[in-house]
């Protein structure tokens, strides 16, 4: 391998680990702790919609087990709470960036959108690259996203309760 490559390819890696952290669970708490302050009700869609997507991202990954790209065979996991860790399908990272694009594209113009949703896809990629998921693993995690913010979307469950009250 060149040194050149080798430089490009440590670049990649790196802007790879970057990118995927805007699909992590603390970046997407983050965001969803400050729209709870300054614009409640997309936070709490936020909220709502990653209950339901760890949910049942993480009801698939305890009933049926896929090893990473990266798995090193003969390794056993402990317990169920490793073993779901371990699972590469579906790929939270990216269903939590698909359900925060989904969510918040609609809140903001066409252009931010677009970023948006660009952003989601960088992050999908980057578990790809990082050969921590298959193309299959962050297609099903974007599945899982939007259909648990477009779920959150049309049942309204802040709407309801706080119409309730």
């Known amino acids: ?18 990118v995927t952290a805007l699909g992590s669970t603390p970046f997407y ?12 009700a997309v936070g709490g869609e936020l909220v709502v919609a990653f209950v339901l997507l760890m949910g049942i991202s993480y009801a698939i990954k305890a009933t049926w087990f896929k090893p990473r790209p990266d798995h ?21 990272h990216s269903a939590r960036a698909a359900a925060m694009a ?18 989601a896809l960088a992050v999908g990629a980057s578990r790809v690259v990082l050969r921590r998921h298959t193309p299959v693993d962050v297609l099903g995690g ?15 469950p802040l709407g309801w309760v706080l119409g309730r009250f």
């Open 102 to 119: 989904y969510l918040l594209g609609g809140f903001f113009a066409a252009p931010v959108a677009w970023v948006l949703l660009l952003g």
């Open 72 to 92: 090193v065979a003969g390794v056993e996991h402990g317990n169920l709470l490793e073993a779901v860790d371990a699972s590469s399908f579906p790929s939270a």
């Open 29 to 40: 708490a983050y965001v969803c702790l400050l729209l709870l302050v300054c614009a409640p």
């Open 142 to 156: 974007f599945a899982i996203g939007l259909l648990a913010a477009v779920l959150t979307r049309a049942v309204d």
């Open 1 to 18: 391998m060149s040194a050149m490559w080798k430089t490009y390819s440590n670049l990649l890696l790196g802007l790879a680990r970057d």
